[in-house]
């Protein structure tokens, strides 16, 4: 059973386009999101150079997300040599403790735990040319980076990164038939799909029309034809995995091969739509 957290957060300079530093309670990590350009002002915190992980975004030429996952036993250091990569990125969230208790084979342990779930999530593109090593230690070390593992990952979607956020989480634990959406329509189309709290999930072996109309909008029309070429969606037009959409309408349009009003096109078994079901409940 879930229950209630308590995150402390300064937003430094009160720009909240800028550095963050957040923290939970009774617990002894420290998470900053530090922008590219304020990489000298972080500098200045003597815990720059403590020993972590951390994460650089940016955007592929498709516009995806893009994270490059690291670790260092001096994280200011690591990310000023950053700055002279091919790849670019915009923003970095940073992992360390608070009194500097992770070693090189905690963070090292921590790195390929991180890449894992990302590349179990799909969220991101993984720029990483390498699968990092996983560190052997200790069962007591272990069940502490377990735990430490977990509330980062909490305060790095807190901080609006869904990297390592499953889709699967959101429908686990919804086994009700009743929360799920369906599209039947023609050419093929039989998706299922469910509200979750940032968009809509379709589900795995959903099945997407095998053509488009020549009206869709051209950038769903490219978003369709990337989960194609990333192989989201298979040769025979059927997620090979559940894949969250940004809105229910995206999700519908990419099925249905057209333009389409997903709080319209979803329906439930009895069918009532997104839309029905979200005015009802305003009553």
Known sequence: ?????????????????????????????????????????????????????????GRDEQNNETVYIGEA????????????????????????????HLNKAHVKYLENKFYMLAQQSGRSVIINTTIPTCSSVSEYDEGMLEEFFSNACLLVNTLGYKTFELPENSTIKHQNDNLFFYITASRGANAKGIVVADGFTVMKDSKIADKTVPSMTKSLFNIRQNLLDEHIIDENYMFTKDYVFASPSTAAS?????????????????KKTIKEIEENSEN
């Open 73 to 100: 036993e001096r994280i200011h250091k690591r990310l000023k040599n950053h700055l002279k990569d091919e790849y670019y990125w915009n923003d970095c969230i940073v992992i360390i403790s608070k009194d500097d």
């Open 1 to 57: 059973m879930g229950y209630n957290k308590t995150i402390q957060m300064c937003i430094f300079d009160g720009n909240p386009n800028g550095r963050i530093m957040c923290e939970l309670s009774n617990w002894n990590g420290r998470i900053y999101k530090i922008t590219r350009n304020e990489l000298a002002a972080f500098s200045e915190r003597e815990d720059s150079e403590n020993t972590g992980v951390y994460f650089l975004y």
């Open 254 to 270: 990419v099925v249905m091969g057209k333009n389409a009003n997903g709080r319209k096109e979803w329906k439930t078994s009895d």
